[in-house]
């Protein structure tokens, strides 16, 4: 017999696509607490460029996950999931609704799915495969395409992370990292999710992304990187090559204009919310919503479809 599942609601899609509006609806009307899954909302003093929701709309939903590491802390998708789970439970266990919502589409996927045992990081090799990269842009990807065809064809040739990992993981555990990718992972036991994707118009999405770019530097973002660096945080800290920070520590620097900056965010987001939904359509059990999460047509089909999912998963045996 079955054990019992608790209900778990998702809401993904790209970003600047309503997720977090579309999500504390939801969480108004079902009784949901909300816990992000974004790789840069999790860091303390990082508001503007992040997007996140303001303090009126977390006193209204409690969320969880938001402002609980220190910008020179790393996060692994492994790392994070710990925490999710542990969030998901405490939600669980006071008889509310737990609601995931972000666009990291790693981190829930290491939530949900688990990720596959493997070998701790090797911070010597880490350096070592750093420092080549530096010197040779293209040797990483090109090492990984002679051993592992197959991993290189998933890794864009400039995502020097992703290779160092793969390439890491291909020489402790002594085989390709897609053999070791193939072991059993540890799926999320005890939750039953239900995936609710936001699929807006491209180019209303691409124009909104504009828009959001160039007004996050004109509400503070540059103050609130310069305050950040003037707290003693290296300005080549990962959060800070997020999209947005990136550009905003040229600006400081001197090495772009405010305009330039903006042209340059408001293109590497579009880039950016073109792969996530590459990755979240790589996912059958999505149901998609055409529009924003501010549309009242997609509420209203969020809240039915949220609805009978509770109805269903309550009426189960």
């Known amino acids: 017999m079955e054990s019992a599942q608790s209900p778990l609601i998702a809401v993904l899609g790209p970003t600047g696509a309503g997720k977090s509006e579309l999500a504390i609806f939801l969480a ?7 816990v992000s899954c974004d790789s840069v909302q999790v860091y303390r003093g990082l508001d503007i460029g ?5 303090v009126e709309q977390r006193r ?18 492994g790392a994070y999931a710990r925490l999710a789970r542990t969030a998901l439970t405490g939600i669980t266990d006071r008889g509310k609704l737990p609601i995931i919502v972000g666009g990291t589409g790693f981190y829930l996927r ?11 990081r090797d911070e010597q ?8 990269a530096q010197r040779n842009p293209g040797a990483l990807y090109r090492f990984l395409r002679r051993g592992d065809p197959q991993a290189a064809g998933r890794i864009h040739p400039n995502d020097h992370q992703k290779l160092i990992r793969a390439i890491e993981l291909s020489i402790l555990e002594r085989q390709p990292v897609t053999e070791t990718q193939r072991r059993p992972r540890e799926a999320l ?7 609710i994707g936001l699929n807006p118009n491209r180019s209303e999405l691409y124009s909104k992304l504009n828009v959001r770019s160039a007004s996050m530097f004109r509400s503070g973002l540059i103050e609130e990187i310069a305050a950040t660096l003037n707290a003693g945080f290296a300005a080549n800290l990962k959060p800070l090559q997020s999209l947005g920070y990136k550009q905003g520590v040229r600006v400081l620097r001197g090495e772009c204009s405010l305009e330039e900056a903006i ?19 790589a996912d059958p059990a999505i149901h998609w919503m055409s529009g924003f999460g501010t549309d009242q047509t997609v509420q209203r089909a969020a809240l039915v479809l949220t609805a009978d999912f509770l109805g269903h998963l309550n009426d189960s045996p």
Request: charge should be positive; include cysteine; charged fraction near 30%.
């Open 263 to 281: 042209r340059e965010c408001q293109i590497k987001t579009r880039q950016y919310a073109k792969r996530q939904m590459t990755w979240f359509r």
């Open 50 to 54: 992040a997007a996140k929701v303001s």
């Open 189 to 195: 036991r005890g939750f039953k999710p239900l995936k």
């Open 125 to 132: 090799m880490r350096v070592r495969l750093t420092k080549i």
């Open 110 to 120: 290491a939530l949900l799915d688990g990720l596959s045992p493997a070998a701790s």
């Open 28 to 34: 108004q009307r079902f009784q949901g607490e909300i």
């Open 60 to 77: 209204e939903v409690p969320h969880h996950l938001l402002d609980v590491l220190d910008l020179d802390r790393d996060l692994t998708a």
